[in-house]
C-alpha cells in the first residue's frame, strides 16, 4: 500500500492542528483523502494556519483544550498540542504540565477506547542540557526537574511515560517521535524561538539578539521533512519508538545570525544578551534508527528552509 492510501478514509484526530507543525500536518493529511479532526484551544496556534483547509469537506475544526475529556469516534491520534516556544510554555507553565499530562492521558484513553493508533510528539528537550553527543534515542537524558524549563521538558517525559505504560498495560498501539528543533512558514510571529526570532528582527532592521555568546548549538530542520518523518512513523508497523527526527547538521546560534542577514541583506546590528537559564550548550540528533526503521532523512538545506521561511515572514509583516 502506498504510505499516502494508508490515510485515505481514515478519521484522524490531529490535537495542536492550529499550530506550526499541526496545520502543515493536517494540510498533508487532508491531501492524503484522511478525514482530518483539527483540535485546537488556540492558545498558540491560530485561524490564520488553518484558512486555507476551512473549505475542505474532509477537515473540521474543533475548539476544545485538551485538558478536558473528549468523546470522539477515530481511527489515528497526531498528539500535538503543547506550546513549543520557551516563552509560551513557561507563560503558564502549569498549565504546561496537564496539557502534557492530563491531556495525553485524555487522548490515550480515547485511543484505548476506540482502538486507535496514537503518535506523541515529544521532543529533544528530554534529552535536557545532554552529556552525550550526538544524542541517541538510547540516552536517558540531563534534565533540571526544578528549573524553568522542567515543565515542558518533564512534562514531555512524562507524556512518553504514559505512552509506554499505556502500551504495556493496556496494550495501546502507541508511538513516540522526539522532534528537534524544527522551523519554518507559519511559526508564530510571537513564538521568540531563533530562527523566527532573527528572520524577523533582520526583516524589521532591528537588533538580532543572540543570548549568550552565541557558540551553542541546534541543528535546524524543514518543516516539510519534519511532516515526512512523523508521516512516516504513523504509517510504520511494529515500531513505537522512541526515534529522533531532526536534521543532523549542526550550527551555531552565532553563525545562524550571520547567515540571517546575509540572506536578507539586513544591516541590523548584533546584541548579545544573557544566556536563559538551563540553556543546551549543544544539541544535535543521532537519525540512525529513523534513516533505518522509516528510511527517513532530511532533505532541506538550511539555505532552502531559510529562504521559504524569509518569504513567508516577509509576508505576515506586510499583511498581518
Ligand atoms: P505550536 O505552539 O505552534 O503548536 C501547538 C498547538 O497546540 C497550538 O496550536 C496550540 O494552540 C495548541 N495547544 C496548546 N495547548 C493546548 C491545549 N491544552 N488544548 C488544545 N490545544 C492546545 O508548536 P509546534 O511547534 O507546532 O509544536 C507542535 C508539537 O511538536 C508540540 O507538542 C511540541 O512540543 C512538539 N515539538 C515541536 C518542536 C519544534 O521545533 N517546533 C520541537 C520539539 C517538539
Ligand atoms: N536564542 C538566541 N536569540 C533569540 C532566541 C533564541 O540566541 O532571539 C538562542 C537560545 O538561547 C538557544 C538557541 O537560540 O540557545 C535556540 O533557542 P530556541 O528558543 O529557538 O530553541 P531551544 O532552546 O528550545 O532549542
Redesign the pocket.
Known amino acids: 500500500m502506498r504510505r499516502e492510501d494508508f490515510f485515505k478514509n481514515k478519521i484522524v484526530l490531529v490535537t495542536g492542528g492550529a499550530g506550526f507543525l499541526g496545520s502543515h500536518l493536517c494540510e498533508r493529511l487532508v491531501e492524503a483523502g484522511a478525514d482530518v479532526l483539527c483540535l485546537d484551544n488556540f492558545f498558540t496556534g491560530s485561524k490564520r494556519n488553518i484558512r486555507n483547509l476551512m473549505d475542505y469537506k474532509n477537515f473540521e475544526l474543533i475548539r476544545h483544550d485538551l485538558v478536558q475529556p473528549i468523546f470522539l469516534e477515530v481511527d489515528l491520534i497526531f498528539n500535538l498540542a503543547c506550546p513549543a516556544?520557551?516563552i509560551h510554555y513557561q507563560h503558564n507553565p502549569v498549565k504546561t504540565v496537564k496539557t502534557n499530562v492530563m491531556g495525553t492521558i485524555n487522548m490515550l484513553g480515547l485511543a484505548k477506547r476506540v482502538k486507535a493508533r496514537i503518535l506523541q510528539a515529544s521532543t529533544s528537550?528530554v534529552y535536557g542540557d545532554p552529556k552525550q553527543h550526538p544524542q541517541k534515542e538510547t540516552y536517558w537524558g540531563h534534565v533540571n526537574p526544578i528549573g524553568l524549563r522542567s515543565c515542558y521538558d518533564e512534562g514531555k517525559r512524562l507524556a512518553e511515560t504514559l505512552m509506554m505504560d499505556y502500551k504495556r498495560q493496556n496494550g495501546v498501539d502507541v508511538k513516540i517521535v522526539r522532534i528537534f528543533?524544527t522551523y519554518g512558514p507559519r511559526m508564530a510571529v510571537s513564538d521568540?524561538?531563533?530562527?523566527s526570532?532573527?528572520i524577523i528582527q533582520a526583516l524589521r532592521g532591528e537588533p538580532i539578539?543572540?543570548?549568550?555568546d552565541?557558540s551553542?548549538t541546534?541543528s535546524f530542520c524543514y518543516v516539510s521533512d519534519m511532516i515526512e518523518g512523523i508521516i512516516r512513523m504513523m504509517t510504520c508497523e511494529d515500531f513505537a519508538g522512541p526515534v529522533n527526527l531532526g536534521n543532523p547538521v549542526e550550527v551555531s546560534?552565532k553563525s545562524l545570525a550571520d547567515l540571517v542577514l546575509e540572506m536578507t541583506g539586513s544591516r541590523s546590528e548584533l546584541v548579545y544578551k544573557d544566556?536563559?537559564e538551563n540553556?543546551?550548550v549543544r544539541?544535535q540528533p543521532d537519525i540512525s534508527l529513523a534513516k533505518e526503521k522509516l528510511g527517513w532523512e532530511p532533505m532541506v538545506e538550511l539555505r532552502d528552509g531559510l529562504n521559504h521561511t524569509i518569504e513567508y515572514f516577509k509576508d505576515v509583516l506586510e499583511c498581518p
Open positions: 516556544s520557551p528537550e528543533n521568540g524561538r531563533v530562527v526570532n532573527f539578539t543572540i543570548y549568550g552565541g551553542q541546534r546560534i544566556l536563559p540553556d543546551p544539541r
